[in-house]
């Protein structure tokens, strides 16, 4: 008889896998004893049993299962086939309606043999360890949480044990100059992660910053010396759905050795956000409300040799004149950047007024420009389903190549630590692949909604262009940055398409 084995383990550490490994070596084992063809070994790494929306695998089984490529299915036991009863039922009685019987090692049941109504018996008291699992860890976290116990990683610090920090003094440094830029330069999230970036400042895991990640350091009071505990729980095991548990119920922890900024520096923060957040709400979205800087150019001006943001500069002698240079020209003259160009502040913001007319005055030319810019979101020479196609195309390959390093460890082929090595760059690539997948996604929607994205690009302009008024909100609702070369050649690029409505 061809059969198909199932098996899971809900982890990916890696004790978990070598429980993988071994149940994957059983039923090669079983196969053999008992004279059956094992057509493949289904197997879900890291995935819990309560659901199966991303059990990849047991879905594959499912719909080969409909191809005929097999007659049976056995499962080691009811309780790594699913937690949840109505899915068991759901998945027996579906293979059972194509005449493929699933067999249960550990309770000797199947489900051509046995009634349904056993079957639903083992598959609740399945359901039920698993509710039971999910109140003993729910448990654990909240005694844990309430006597302290401290995030895996956490930027600012290095995580001694479960109830011990010890501050990153470089981690520590960015944290300072996150807090700096937002209450002393009047910076929004998103100016200083890109102002993070700029000076090459990286996160924990070495990656560039966004506005999010800024946000989460500016609303953590951690850096101000108290952690907080028990903010949020799972609601239903089944659905892995979380909620916040109310502030009353948080528990707090003093640590002022853990302190990065002090207690007034971290108030200021809130108060400046909540001040932001109220105009925000209340309809005046584009007068030094969120995200707003200091001055109308502030970080947007950018020099095209060094890369550096132009600063601001005042002159007074009969009238001030207000101007903005290459930051590194004005440091260190031609040493270090030799960009002395001198832009106006009044005469810039005039000339984009006129740039922005110009640009919406020829319709044609407007579309025209816009659709070549999506169209050059997508990969070259190929269209989205193509694109789509080779992707998964590639994603069939890796998942090959990710069985055939399976099967060469259970034949003693390669070791443990090669198989992870392996698993691990696999799983790198396929992590590529998604991304490419969503761009591709992104920029296939783009195109599909050209007319909506033109028209919103021209009420963005038509805005700007009443405005008696502007201020770095109102230009980064229309510019993502303005390149400046040494030659004087002034160029404006444009919001990205995704981001216009943030």
Not at 359 to 375: P, Q, R, T, Y
Not at 392 to 412: G, I, P, V
Request: a neutral charge; proline letters at 2%.
């Amino acid at each position: 008889m061809k059969i198909a084995a199932y098996c899971r383990v809900s982890t990916d550490k890696d004790e978990q896998i070598d429980s993988l490994i071994h149940q994957k070596e059983f039923f090669v084992e079983y196969a053999k004893r008992n004279g059956h063809e094992l057509f493949r070994l289904y197997a879900d790494e890291g995935i819990t049993g309560t659901s199966l929306k991303k059990r990849e695998e047991f879905k594959r089984l499912l719909r080969d299962a409909e191809l005929g490529l097999f007659d049976m299915v056995v499962v080691k036991d009811i309780s790594r086939f699913a937690r949840n009863t109505v899915d068991a039922l759901q998945s027996i009685r579906k293979l059972k309606s194509m005449g493929i019987n699933t067999l249960f090692l550990t309770a000797n049941m199947d489900s051509m043999g046995d009634s349904e109504f056993v079957l639903t018996l083992f598959s609740a008291m399945a359901q039920e360890e698993s509710n039971n699992l999910s109140k003993r860890v729910k448990w654990g976290k909240k005694i844990n949480a309430e006597k302290g116990r401290v995030p895996q990683r956490v930027f600012g610090y290095d995580r001694i044990d479960k109830f011990t920090l010890k501050i990153n003094p470089e981690e520590a440094r960015i944290v300072r100059k996150i807090f700096f830029l937002y209450n002393e330069q009047g910076l929004g999230c998103r100016t200083i992660s890109m102002t993070l970036n700029r000076d090459n400042d990286k996160t924990k895991y070495g990656n560039d910053w966004n506005a999010r990640g800024v946000r989460r350091v500016l609303v953590n009071p951690l850096y101000c010396g108290i952690l907080v505990n028990h903010k949020y729980e799972i609601e239903d095991f089944l659905t892995g759905k979380q909620v916040n548990i109310p502030k009353e119920d948080h528990f707090y922890h003093e640590r002022p050795s853990w302190a990065i900024v002090t207690p007034e520096v971290f108030q200021k923060a809130q108060e400046i956000m909540d001040s932001r957040r109220t105009k925000y709400d209340s309809g005046e979205p584009f007068r030094d409300a969120r995200y707003s800087s200091k001055h109308v150019f502030s970080t947007l001006i950018k020099c095209e040799h060094c890369g550096r943001s132009f600063t601001r500069k005042t002159y007074t002698y009969v009238n001030t004149r207000v101007y903005w240079r290459c930051v590194t020209n004005d440091q260190y003259t031609a040493q270090k950047c030799d960009n002395r160009v001198i832009l106006d502040e009044p005469e810039l913001i005039e000339e984009l007024r006129k740039y922005f007319a110009s640009l919406i005055e020829d319709k044609d030319v407007f579309v025209a420009s816009i659709l070549a810019s999506l169209d050059k979101q997508l990969p070259e020479a190929q269209n989205p389903e193509q694109a789509k196609q080779e992707i998964e195309t590639k994603r069939k390959k890796l998942l090959s190549k990710k069985d055939r390093y399976q099967e060469m460890y259970a034949n003693d082929l390669i070791s443990m630590a090669e198989l992870k090595d392996k698993l691990a760059s696999v799983a790198e690539e396929l992590k590529t692949l998604d991304l490419d997948l969503e761009q591709i996604a992104q920029s296939a929607e783009n195109l599909s909604n050209a007319e909506q994205i033109i028209q919103h690009y021209r009420q963005e302009i038509l805005r700007f262009l009443e405005l008696e008024t502007v201020t770095n909100m109102d230009m980064r609702r229309i510019i993502d940055y303005i390149s400046v070369g040494r030659n004087g050649n002034v160029r404006v690029v444009l919001k990205k398409f995704e981001e216009m409505a943030a």
